[in-house]
């Protein structure tokens, strides 16, 4: 099993849709995450860190489900410009980050 | 805009060459890593280093090397490139903390032929 999983999508989903991602982690001592975006061809950025209170970014929202160990990212009213892979960081051992694979979002006219 | 920089942006190269990856970052950040990605798939880490003289192998084998002799520099040397290396490397650096970001250079997509 690994440490971070994500649905790899597709999501199709209309402009003006809400899509939600989901993501698990195994590491219950992990105490940092975060969603990355990475659009084709291009590197990761930072789209938002995840805190435990949850946290908002104008069309996003990100919580945090500790006893669950899941996060996930909620975007509304989605454009165009949202279709892209939405990565889970996750901070696990050593300091290190555990990345998922990715989630690919497209969003259709 | 992240402050850390990789060359060359593209490198086609022949079977057998020595090639050597450039990574830089003017943030002071101690932490510095080496990714690998191919299209559309997931990233694989392959070094990383928590500063000066540490380096440390990732989670994916690779029949690369690095060295950390200076903060802000961190390049990855394959002594003889394969076609099985073609690739996009990533490099990234963050603060020693567990709750910072890290920052990407903007990889290097290399094609060994």
């Known amino acids: 099993r690994k440490e971070v999983e994500q649905d790899p999508g597709p999501f199709n989903v209309p402009e003006g849709a809400t899509v939600a991602f989901n993501c698990t982690y195994s590491?219950?001592?992990?105490?940092?995450f975060f969603w990355y975006r990475q659009d084709c061809r291009k590197e990761p950025k930072l789209l938002m860190s995840v805190y435990s209170s949850g946290n908002e970014d104008g069309r996003f929202t990100a919580q945090l489900n500790r006893a669950s160990q899941y996060i996930s990212l909620l975007i509304r009213d989605s454009k165009l410009s949202d279709s892209a892979t939405y990565l889970c960081v996750v901070s696990g051992s050593n300091y290190q980050l555990i990345w998922g694979a990715g989630t690919k979002l497209i969003i259709k006219p | 805009e992240a402050d850390i920089y990789q060359t060359p942006r593209y490198l086609v190269i022949g079977t057998g060459k020595k090639i050597t990856l450039e990574c830089s970052q003017t943030m002071g950040h101690d932490k510095m890593y080496w990714y690998q990605q191919d299209p559309g798939m997931e990233l694989h880490l392959i070094h990383y280093s928590y500063g000066v003289n540490s380096t440390e192998k990732g989670d994916l084998s690779s029949e690369s090397t690095v060295s950390r002799i200076r903060t802000e520099h961190f390049p990855l040397t394959l002594e003889s490139a394969r076609p099985s290396h073609t690739s996009q490397y990533l490099c990234?650096?963050?603060?020693?903390?567990?709750?910072?970001?890290?920052?990407f250079g903007q990889g290097t997509r290399l094609t060994v032929v």
């Open positions: 590491n219950s001592a992990s105490q940092s």
């Open positions: 990234a650096s963050s603060e020693y903390s567990l709750e910072t970001e890290a920052f």
